[in-house]
């Protein structure tokens, strides 16, 4: 599990830049048992109206391409 995680936090890296540059970040939580990804959305995205297109499109599609055995991702908080 511990791989995984290092290999989330190395996608999430990619788009953390996108998300900064707006003012916002994301925070690993961590991964379950299921692949389920469990972020938490910092700064400005946590209440953009338009933060589930980026966790879906940006964030999501990004870990999915980079991590095998990732099935989702979901943010908590």
Do not use: F, H, Y
């Not at 936090?9 to 690993?28: C, H, W």
């Not at 980026?54 to 964030?59: A, D, P, R, S, V």
């Amino acid at each position: 599990m511990a791989a995984i995680k290092e290999e989330v936090e190395k996608a999430l890296d990619e788009v953390r830049p996108m998300l900064q540059r707006d003012g916002g970040d994301v925070e690993l939580v961590g991964v379950n048992s299921e692949g389920v990804v469990l972020v938490k959305l910092r700064g400005a995205c946590s209440g953009c109206p338009s933060s589930t297109i980026t966790l879906k499109q940006g964030i999501e599609r990004t870990i999915k391409e980079r991590v095998p055995g990732v099935t989702a991702v979901q943010s908590i908080g």
